[in-house]
DNA sequence: TGGCAAAAAGACCTTTATGTCCATAATAGC
DNA sequence: GCTATTATGGACATAAAGGTCTTTTTGCCA
């Protein structure tokens, strides 16, 4: 569904956003279990994408740039693993007689669901719904 | 959002979807842009899959195995790329007090979203709404 | 039965994603 | 200014996805 990048790049942020004072490359690579050389790589894409600041030397590392509640999953994502959108259908075979338009109207629906939802979610509400230990069983409610 | 393969696999089947007579490989491959040599791994796959049937020698070609109604999106993807839903968290940081568990708790929710709605389309849909040229210029409907 | 047309199978190559490493630059404390 | 500490940047390595090519197998039909 996402990239390893993408998901690499969410656990760093919500490990910073759980954070009060800057972390520190390795410390935030133990801690999320992300290989320390490619979050390196990470983080600065997403100092770049103005997410989160870095400061150099003793007492440096990195903060979060804006307030958790203010960065969406979407944001993270967009910053190192841009979800494409498609726009128009990849070939121009409908002038050849075959039509994929419905099936890539499917698809860009599909795309724009997930955008929506990442939208959605903020790393204050990740944070915030961390009280309870939801990983080991729950089977998640695909329904509505 | 799906990959390259999936999408590939998918025009296959809409064109196959379109087609009374078996079709052979290079011609799928014409006329869905997909390079000949790739598509056969493709349609292998998919022939695997009890998706497509297969008939080699003179006047063979491929053929879908069912009625295109009974084919959806989820049935092609899943055969040449599969899915991978997010059961458990991939860490078990949760035990180190990181908890990432509601971030993935919104993948896989994300994830299920877009399995739903490839699970409700069929190739009968893509076909029959191939009528007008929706492919150039409609910017897609991403409300509700 | 021979020959041809087609899929099946697999070896191989290319490109992209992921991951590692090291040198460099900036910052703080001394 | 010196040193320790930290991010930055780029080169390099590995893995996976995507793509090409050749050979083998199978079925049809004359």
Redesign the pocket.
């Known amino acids: 569904m996402i990239?390893?990048?993408a998901e690499?790049a969410l656990r760093a942020m919500v490990f910073l956003a759980m954070q009060k004072s800057?972390?520190?490359?390795?410390e935030i690579a133990a801690a999320t279990k992300?290989?320390?050389?490619?979050l390196?790589?990470l983080?600065?894409q997403l100092?770049?994408s103005k997410l989160v600041n870095?400061?150099?030397?003793?007492?440096?590392?990195?903060v979060l740039a804006k307030a958790p509640v203010d960065i969406s999953i979407l944001d993270v994502v967009n910053a190192v693993?841009p979800i494409e959108k498609i726009t128009s259908c990849p070939l121009d075979i409908m002038s050849h007689g075959l039509n994929l338009c419905p099936l890539h109207k499917r698809l860009s629906l599909a795309t724009a669901q997930v955008e929506q939802a990442f939208a959605q979610s903020n790393l204050s509400e990740l944070v915030e719904e961390s009280r309870s230990p939801l990983c080991t069983s729950v089977p998640l409610e695909s329904g509505g």
């Open positions: 990239s390893q990048t690499y800057p972390a520190v490359g390795h992300v290989p320390p050389g490619y390196s790589k983080m600065q100092v770049k870095s400061q150099r030397g003793i007492g440096g590392g990195f693993d």
